[in-house]
């Protein structure tokens, strides 16, 4: 509901009219119109199955029934419940209102609201949740406020509404994003709060995952937790955030999933030191990617409607995800093969998987959808997009791909020629009046001077392709005026002709009295077809350039600087930059020093 004022909601306090509003909410009358006959879960199900009800004379259809709980479109006996619209008037009173705040706390109970927030009439939905997310804002004590809002099911049923509620209720889903700041919010003091080195129950936590890690005959040992400084535990802790939030993080882990957590430890004492992932210093940086993913710190804006499904899909779902996430980690640090000195760069990769996964097309409904999303974001996609930005966006890579190209351009030439000078069997035109197709082999020469051929060769060696002394024809390059291509002229009118044929044009100057001015080839293959007319082009003082050309040459200019980006990327803090460093000026003098001792 707009705001209207603060006299209008102060005059509605004075004048009593909120007890009223408030018994309309916590009537059963409101509540069977909501949830009764046609809405309760037992009734509905006989209702849709045995539909009985009339409207002007015609029978209601599964289909009419759906509309009026979902828009309100109802008969007089269904019309839509006041309820709402008195859960909307409160709403604005706790908002906009001093006293309005106490005196709707102490008139209705959390469980009067939150059975409205049902999956079967989104709009008393809508309301009832901006009035939970108003009274949630002003709570002193909102950590015990959540915990009694999670007594009746207020996740559960907000989960019900997300599976159908549509993007066109979108004020919906701007007080599910709101209810999510708030309940994410809950985790902020903790994240701002410096594990304190006196305060026992923090210490025990931090005992516990050691012992339920190494056991008890280990239990001295700490160095195998991955601790930045062993003799002084709380340094890692002391970063705010995710400070105490990654302790109760690790804490959770160590609880819930405790044979996974075992197992991590176990197997990082089974590597070399250095190979080591660190426990400790990997959860503290998976809560720090958490909190700032989550947007946990954050001041809440007031016109968001993105909100994360899987938020709702458990209660402790943050304590959840860095149970997923420091796995990742774990498993991530393998697949870098990292040691010990390479630590920022894992914490890196993790923040683009978790980016990615995050900020992905498909919804994560649940920890199962999170876990299954990850899996599609390897270290090596990762590392793929990577080197494909650098050759997209970095300047360096631009100045090297523009050097490399005509040097990788001579290569895919002179392996045209070289194609050219093995020579290829070709089907040639019927000569005459002659059905029959000839065949015709042809080769160029080693000095690239001459095309030398002949038709329908009998080589005395099967297999060996004719030499160019058993060619009889040659047709000297220089007199080559052009190429043309049947695919491009429309003179396939006859069977032999074909797509993958191509004809040389020469000058008449040639020594050959009775050949004709063209010189016609009939490819067996598209990729013969696509070397010899590069080669063509090439001998003719051109390049190579159709797409299969085009491909290699891609092929070999990717090849080339992957390879060159190997050596740069594997020295250890050295990274590209986005423009060529400038060129450093001349010294004031040349008179260098030379130590001869």
């Known amino acids: 509901m707009e705001y209207m004022g603060t006299e209008l909601w102060e005059k509605i306090l004075d004048n009593m009219i909120i007890k009223k509003l408030t018994e309309i909410v916590k009537s059963k009358v409101a509540k069977e119109k909501v949830l009764g006959p046609v809405l309760n879960d037992k009734m509905r199900t006989n209702t849709l199955s045995n539909t009985t009800l009339t409207r002007n004379g015609s029978t209601l259809t599964n289909y009419d029934i759906a509309k009026m709980e979902n828009k309100g479109d109802a008969p007089k006996d269904l019309e839509p419940p006041m309820a709402q619209y008195a859960i909307s008037v409160i709403d604005s009173v706790v908002r906009f209102t001093d006293s309005g705040y106490d005196i709707i706390t102490s008139l209705l109970l959390p ?13 008393c939905a809508q309301y009832a949740l901006a009035l939970i997310n108003a ?38 889903s701007h007080h599910i994003s709101e209810f999510q700041h708030l309940l994410l919010s809950l985790h902020k003091d903790a994240a701002l709060l410096p594990l304190a080195a006196d305060n026992e129950e923090q210490l025990e936590m931090l005992q516990r995952v050691k012992i339920e890690a190494l056991a008890e005959q280990f239990s001295s040992e700490w160095s195998g937790l991955g601790f930045s400084d062993t003799t002084d535990r709380a340094r890692d802790f002391q970063e705010c955030p995710p400070g105490c939030l990654a302790l109760f993080s690790i804490n959770h882990f160590v609880q819930k999933h405790y044979d996974r957590h075992r197992e991590m430890i176990l197997d990082q004492l089974s590597r070399e030191k250095e190979r080591q992932c660190p426990f400790i210093r990997s959860a503290v940086a998976v809560t720090g990617l958490l909190y700032h993913q989550l947007r946990i710190g954050r001041d809440y804006i007031g016109v968001e409607i993105d909100f994360l499904p899987i938020v709702f899909s458990q209660d402790n ?82 100045q090297l791909r523009k050097k490399l190209k005509p040097e990788l351009q001579k290569l895919v030439n002179r392996q045209r020629l070289t194609i050219l000078e093995a020579g290829e069997l070709f089907y040639a035109p019927a000569a005459g009046r002659s059905n029959r197709r000839r065949t015709m082999f042809c080769r160029l020469s080693s000095n690239h001077k001459t095309l030398h051929y002949g038709y329908d060769i009998q080589s005395n060696d099967k297999t060996a392709c004719p030499g160019i002394e058993e060619l009889p024809e040659e047709l000297n390059v220089a007199d080559i005026e052009g190429v043309t291509l049947w695919k491009d002229i429309k003179r396939i009118k006859r069977a032999q002709d074909s797509p993958l044929g191509f004809s040389l044009e020469y000058n008449q100057s040639v020594s050959m009295d009775n050949h004709p001015k063209t010189l016609d080839f009939v490819a067996q293959t598209e990729e013969v077809f696509s070397y010899w007319t590069d080669g063509i082009s090439v001998l003719r003082k051109g390049e190579a350039t159709n797409d299969t050309a085009q491909e290699h040459l891609s092929m070999l200019l990717e090849m080339e600087i992957k390879i060159r980006q190997l050596d740069i990327l594997d020295i250890e803090g050295l990274q590209l930059p986005d423009h060529t460093p400038p060129i450093p000026s001349l010294p004031d003098n040349f008179n260098f020093h030379y130590n001869f001792n």
């Open 111 to 123: 469980s009067d609201i939150i059975m409205f927030i049902t999956d079967t009439n989104l709009e």
């Open 135 to 172: 009274i949630f804002a002003k709570k002193p004590d909102k950590q015990s406020f959540f915990h009694e809002l999670l007594e009746y099911n207020i996740r559960l049923n907000i989960e019900k509404v997300i599976r159908v509620m549509r993007s066109e209720h979108m004020d919906l």
């Open 317 to 398: 779902i943050l304590y959840e995800l860095f149970s997923i996430s420091v796995q990742l980690f774990n498993t991530t640090w393998h697949e870098m093969h990292a040691k010990s000195s390479d630590f920022n760069k894992v914490v890196d990769v993790v923040k683009e998987q978790l980016n990615m996964v995050f900020k992905g097309e498909k919804r994560i409904m649940n920890t199962e959808d999170f876990k299954s999303a990850l899996k599609t974001v390897p270290f090596s996609k990762i590392q793929e997009q990577r080197l494909k930005s650098l050759e997209k966006d970095s300047q360096p890579i631009i």
